[in-house]
């Protein structure tokens, strides 16, 4: 069995200390720096982005729901594949963070392609 990286919540930290975060007030623009967050650690560890094969996405408030998925599903149809994922409401340490991402990747998975399973 393969090597499995599980990057818990994430959130769209700035690295600037006068900025709260990055994205500031788009759940898109949070969850495209968050994923890009996620995939500098999976990198680190010998893996990538077409190695998730989970995510779960915390959203501040269900208005947020439609803006972080679109990210999300822009962001991995960049990388040309589909993964698992929830959405769910949560309160979320931080102020201004409206998003958090969890992510699980199977290294080297992403070598094997993506099953699409469609009703005939």
């Not at 967050?37 to 269900?62: F, H, N, P, Q």
């Not at 803006?67 to 979320?92: P, Q, S």
Request: proline fraction near 1%.
């Amino acid at each position: 069995m393969g090597k499995s990286i599980h990057v818990s919540g994430t959130t769209a930290n700035s690295p600037v200390s006068s900025m709260a975060n990055v994205g500031g007030s788009s759940a898109g623009s949070q969850t495209v720096w968050i994923l890009n967050i996620i995939e500098g650690a999976l990198k680190a560890l010998g893996s990538c982005m077409k190695d998730v094969v989970r995510t779960r996405i915390l959203i501040e408030d269900l208005m947020y729901c439609e803006e972080a998925a679109r990210a999300h599903g822009w962001r991995f149809g960049c990388e040309g594949i589909w993964v698992a994922n929830t959405l769910v409401a949560a309160h979320i340490v931080g102020e201004e963070m409206l998003v958090e991402i969890e992510a699980w990747a199977e290294v080297g998975s992403g070598r094997q392609g993506v099953l699409r399973i469609e009703k005939s």
